[in-house]
C-alpha cells in the first residue's frame, strides 16, 4: 500500500454514454437490489443447502418464509416472534401438505378444483420454528414453547390461532388424560417458587403498578379469593390425576431464595363482540331469578402498562386453586354449536398468570404469563352462520383481521423506519396484546392447522398470517420483567417461626369475617320474613274490612230499593185512583148532556156502552 492518498476521479459526463445504473447522481455505489442485512446474516450463519433449497423455491414463484432455529437454539438477541404449527391429528394424510426434512417448513400444494382461484394452486413454503405433526404430544409441544419461557421468568404471551376446531383450544387446555399448555404451566410456576410463596396477599398489580396493600385490603382479598373458590367445582381428584401425570412427564426444579417472597394471582377475561368481559367476578345477590347482567370493561393505559380496569385478580397459593379458577371462568364464557364445530369458542379469551416477586433490598418485580386462545377464523359462506352467530362470525373476522393488519404494520416497520404507525386502538384484542406485538414482551404463536384439502383454501389464510408474524423484528427492547424499588419495609414473616401462627390467625379472622357477612346475611333475611308477614297480616285486615263493608253497603242497598219500591207504588197507586175519578166525573157530564130518545136508541147506547167502556179504559 502506498503512503501518498490519491482522491477519485470524478466520472466525466457523456451525453452518449448514459451512466451505470448501480451508480447515483453522486456517484455513490449501490445495489441493484434491496437487501434486508438481518437476512443477510441468517444466511449466512445457515449451511448451503439451505440457501439453495431458498433459491429454488424462489425460482419455482411460491412463497417461502426463512425458518428460525428451533425453540433450544435460539439465542438471547432474538427479538422475533416464535412461530409454531401444530397439525392435527386425522385419519388419512393429505398429501396437499407435508413437512421438510429440517422440520421447520410446510410445503403446501393441491390438485384438486376446490380452489377458487389459481394463486392457491401454486406450490408455497412457509417457514416455522418448529412444526409439530400429528404423532408429537402436549408434553413435547409445552418443553418447546412455553417452557423455557416460564423457566427464564420471562414476561410471555402465548397465543393460539387457526381455524374452528383444529385444536387451539386442546393445545392450550387438553383433556382429562393428557394436560394442555396452561395446567403444565401453572405447575411449572408453582413448582419454581415453593419455597417461597408468601401466604397472604402483601403485594398487588394496581392499575398496571404493583402496591403495597394494608391489612384490611388483604383480609379483603383473601375474603374474595375463599368466596370464588367457593363457586369453583371442586377437582381434588381430578387434580391429583392431571398433577402424577405432568410430574411423570417432566422434571421441575425449585428455587430457592430465602431472601424472596413470591405471590402469584390470576385474571380471566373474555372480548366478546368486541366488548371486554370479566370471568372471575362474584356474582352479585338479587332477588329476581335469571342470568346476571354482564358489565363490560374499559383497557386503559398506565405509565406504558395496559390494564383492565376494574378487573378481579384473585390471589392463588396452589396450582389447584389457579386451575379451578380456569373452570370456572370456562363455565362462563361462550360457546355455541356451529356447522363446522360442536363447541366452537364465539370470543377470545385470556388468562392471565401474574407473578410478583419481593426481595429484601426493597426491589419488586413482575412477571406475566397471558395465555390467549383466539377464536377459529372461519369463512361465513362455509359456515352458513345466520343471526346471532353471523354477528359473533363478523366480529371474530375483525379482531382477527386487525391482529393481521398489526402485525403486518409491526413487520414492514423494519422496511419503512418512518412507518411506526400500528393501529393497536382498531380492536380490544390489539390492545391488550399490544405489549407483545411490540416486542416488550416474549411473543409465541402456536398456529394449528386440520391437514384436509377440503380446509385448504382457509389454511392458506391462517398460515399467510403466520407467515406475516414469522418476518416480525422488533425494535423495542426486551422486558424480562418490571422492576420497582421501594423505601418501605416488607416483614418476611414466612421465614419466621411465628408462620403458623399467623396464618391461621389471619384464617379465623376471614373466617369470623364471613361469620359477621352471614349474620348479616341472616338478619337481612329475617327482616324480609318479618316484612312478608306483617304485609300478610294488613292485607288480611283489609281484606276483612272491605268484606264487612260490602256487607253493610249491600243492606243499605236493599233497604234502600225496598224503600224505593214502596215509595212509587204509593204514587202509581194514587194517580191511578186520581185518573179513575176524573173518568167517573167525565161519564157523569156525559150522561147530563145527552138528549132523551127512543127506546131503540137507549138499547143502541146499552149495547155500545161496554164498547165505550172498553175504549175508555184503552185510553186510559
Known sequence: MSDSYEAPVREKRSFLMA???SIDRRCRPRPEKKLRLFDDIHD???????????????????????????????????????????LRPVGVASKAYSVSDDGKVLVTSVKSENTSTNVNKMVKHFGF??????????RDVYDICVGPRILEEECVTIMTYGTSGSGKTYTLLG???LAGVIPRGLEHIFTIYMENLYHSPKLKLVNGCIEFLQDETTLREMQISKKLLSLCPDIGGHHERLKEAIQGDHTF????????????????????????????????????????????????????????KGLTTVFVRSSEEALQLLRLGQQRSTYASTSV?????????????????????????????????????????????IGLRLKEATNINT?????????????????KPNNDVIPFRDSKLTMLLQAALLGKERLAMIVTVTPLEKFYEENLNVLNFASIAKNIIFKEPLIKQHSTRYSGFFDNSKKNTQYEYIKEIEENNISLRQEIDR?????????????????????????????????????????????????????????????????????????????????????DEKEDEPNASIEILDDE
Not at 129 to 138: A, L, N, P, W
Not at 359 to 383: H, I, P, W
Open 129 to 138: 420454528t418448529s412444526i409439530f405433526d400429528g404423532s408429537v404430544g402436549q
Open 341 to 385: 364445530n360442536a363447541n366452537s369458542s364465539r370470543s377470545h379469551c385470556v388468562f392471565i398468570v401474574d407473578v410478583l416477586k419481593y426481595n429484601c433490598s426493597g426491589m419488586t418485580t413482575q412477571c406475566s404469563y397471558k395465555f390467549c386462545d383466539l377464536a377459529g377464523s372461519e369463512r361465513v359462506n362455509n359456515t352458513v352462520t
Open 253 to 308: 426444579e425449585t428455587k430457592d431464595d430465602p431472601n424472596v417472597s413470591v405471590m402469584i394471582w390470576v385474571s380471566f377475561v373474555e372480548i366478546y363482540n368486541e366488548l371486554v368481559y370479566d370471568l372471575l367476578t362474584i356474582p352479585p345477590r338479587q332477588e329476581n331469578l335469571g342470568a346476571v347482567p354482564r358489565k363490560p370493561m374499559k383497557i386503559s393505559c398506565n405509565k406504558g402498562q395496559v390494564y383492565i
Open 44 to 86: 449466512a450463519m445457515e449451511s448451503t443447502d439451505g440457501s439453495d433449497s431458498e433459491s429454488e423455491c424462489a425460482s419455482n414463484g411460491g412463497d417461502y418464509a426463512t425458518s428460525v432455529p428451533s425453540a433450544e437454539d435460539i439465542s438471547v438477541g432474538d427479538t422475533g416472534p416464535q412461530v409454531f404449527l401444530r
Open 19 to 21: 451512466r451505470d445504473p
Open 399 to 415: 379482531s382477527l383481521m386487525t391482529l393481521g393488519r398489526c402485525l403486518d404494520a409491526a413487520s414492514t416497520s423494519r422496511k
Open 519 to 603: 349474620l348479616k346475611l341472616d338478619h337481612v333475611l329475617k327482616k324480609q320474613l318479618l316484612e312478608e308477614r306483617l304485609q300478610k297480616e294488613i292485607s288480611k285486615t283489609y281484606q276483612e274490612l272491605l268484606r264487612e263493608n260490602k256487607k253493610q253497603w249491600e243492606k243499605q242497598a236493599e233497604k234502600q230499593r225496598l224503600m224505593a219500591e214502596r215509595e212509587f207504588e204509593f204514587k202509581l197507586a194514587a194517580q191511578k185512583r186520581l185518573y179513575e175519578e176524573q173518568i167517573e166525573d167525565l161519564k157523569d157530564e156525559i150522561e147530563e148532556l145527552k138528549p132523551p130518545s127512543s127506546e131503540s136508541d137507549s138499547m
Open 175 to 177: 383433556d382429562d388424560v
